[in-house]
């Protein structure tokens, strides 16, 4: 098992020579059926398909046909994104017996690559969460240290990239669900700009911020990801037109020159020492880089947070109105009326935090209230892309923490809602502003990994790219986790 550990792009050159896919693909199943009671990653793995598309794969290069781009890379999806045949639950009892009929479009081009689909991962319900904690069939387990949360909603994508279950994974992300797990569990989480990567059967969550973005264990292999599921789809009218480049190009072209802004507003009060301290000694390593570093001020950061779950909670509202026991998914048993059956569906369905954030968007949405919430959150957004826009007429990338402390237990945070949003506090404005962000390993802190958050332009994720890989080839390896 031993090709399990290294990033892939490492192990591409020596696939069949020294392993052959299925061998690749046996070990990595093995290796997911012995760690899986302690992390809990996968809500199902598939190792019959996984097995298929080995051999169907070395037959096809056996008569000819040339090796794709991802060629053997064991990929697991978090389990909002549409995989035909296989269910698709989103954690949540309301999709528990679902099986689309269709993939996500980041579903086909990683097949079409040679990607090999080894499971689908746990999640928050919906993807609403910051730990995995919401998932309706129980929370996934930090592998640096089982009692721990890894972070959420993609929790589950990340522990099994940073177990060594799956050599890279897809997560989505909204205020944060890519670059906290990532962080938190020591992998590279990428959250893309809004529009690169088609939302095609990514069920929705908060349609204007969702992105779909890959965990992997470096900044090389995202990089290569990338390249795979970027691009304009036609079956996504949120989908940009933007050329897509060779990511991989633009890794080694080192940092000298390039403007690094530090906002004062992501190392203020609440900002736990130790990841301070990493964060800023792995900016001080792209100084010596070359890079210049210099202070910017995001003032609207202030509001994020608010903004956020306001415009969130609103898009729930209306995505999760679908669910009512009509068309698919969970239908109460006994109701004698329309309503009844709604009502008792919804009951049944949805958990807590998910009825807590369609009450709360319903609120804001509501005749009464649209003005004085709804509508003035969505001016502080534009507020806060106008300073984006000002700092990046002065800088190339903002550098910042992911989150303000470390990992936390698993329940320690579940009796406050509001102390578990603040952990997006650092992540939100990204997804707000619809910019590129990246989470890298940047140090440890009571041996749990943190992370490093780079935020660049709109469709400049070469520059974040390149940037992150700098940061890697700078700061120590992180070890395995210790399972």
């Not at 040339?66 to 949540?92: F, Q, V």
Request: proline share 7%.
């Amino acid at each position: 098992m031993r090709w399990l550990d290294e990033p892939y792009h490492r192990l591409r050159p020596r696939l069949g020579r020294e392993v052959t896919l299925s061998e690749l693909v046996d070990a990595a199943l093995a290796r997911i059926e012995s760690r899986e009671p302690k992390v809990r990653a996968f809500l199902a793995v598939t190792g019959d398909q996984a097995r298929t598309q080995a051999r169907a794969w070395s037959a096809r290069l056996a008569a000819g046909e040339p090796a794709p781009p991802l060629l053997g890379m064991t990929m697991a999806l978090k389990d909002n994104l549409c995989t035909r045949g296989i269910p698709t639950t989103c954690g949540s009892r309301m999709l528990a017996r679902f099986v689309p009929p269709y993939d996500a479009t980041v579903t086909a081009r990683l097949a079409e690559a040679g990607a090999i689909l080894v499971g689908k991962t746990n999640l928050d319900e919906f993807a609403m969460g910051s730990s995995t904690e919401n998932s309706a069939f129980g929370p996934s387990h930090n592998p640096w240290d089982q009692a721990y949360a890894p972070g959420g909603s993609s929790g589950g994508s990340a522990v099994a990239v940073a177990a060594r279950e799956a050599m890279a994974a897809l997560g989505s992300d909204t205020g944060g669900s890519v670059r906290l797990p990532a962080a938190l569990c020591g992998a590279v989480g990428l959250k893309p700009t809004y529009g690169r990567v088609s939302r095609y059967g990514l069920v929705a969550f908060a349609s204007s911020l969702d992105q779909v973005g890959p965990i992997t264990r470096d900044v090389t292999d995202c990089a290569l990801v990338l390249n795979v599921i970027a691009g304009r789809d036609e079956l996504d009218s949120t989908s940009a037109e933007a050329s897509v480049p060779d990511f991989t190009r633009a890794l080694a072209g080192g940092v000298a020159g390039l403007r690094i802004g530090l906002p004062a507003e992501f190392f203020g009060p609440g900002l736990d020492a130790a990841v301070k301290s990493s964060v800023l000694a792995a900016v001080r390593s792209l100084e010596a880089a070359g890079a210049r570093v210099q202070d910017v001020s995001l003032p609207a950061v202030e509001y994020a947070l608010p903004t956020y779950c306001l415009i969130a909670c609103a898009e729930v509202s209306s995505n999760l109105a679908r669910y009512d026991g009509v068309a698919y998914g969970h239908r109460a048993a006994g109701a004698k009326d329309l309503y009844t059956l709604c009502a008792r569906t919804r009951e049944e369905g949805f958990g807590a935090e998910a009825k807590r954030r369609i009450m709360l968007g319903t609120f804001a949405l509501s005749a009464g209230h649209y003005e004085g919430f709804y509508r003035k959150a969505q001016q502080v957004r534009t507020l806060l892309r106008g300073d984006f826009e000002r700092a990046f007429a002065e800088v190339d990338v903002i550098a910042g923490p992911v989150a303000p402390t470390p990992g936390f237990r698993l329940g320690e945070k579940t009796a406050d809602p509001l102390q578990m949003y603040l952990i997006d506090t650092y992540t939100i404005p990204a997804n707000l502003a619809g910019l590129p962000a990246i989470s890298v390993p940047c140090g440890f802190a009571a041996g749990l990994p943190i992370g490093l958050q780079l935020i660049a332009r709109a469709f400049d994720e070469a520059t974040l790219l390149r940037a992150a890989f700098a940061v890697e080839q700078a700061v120590p390896p992180l070890p395995e986790p210790p399972l």
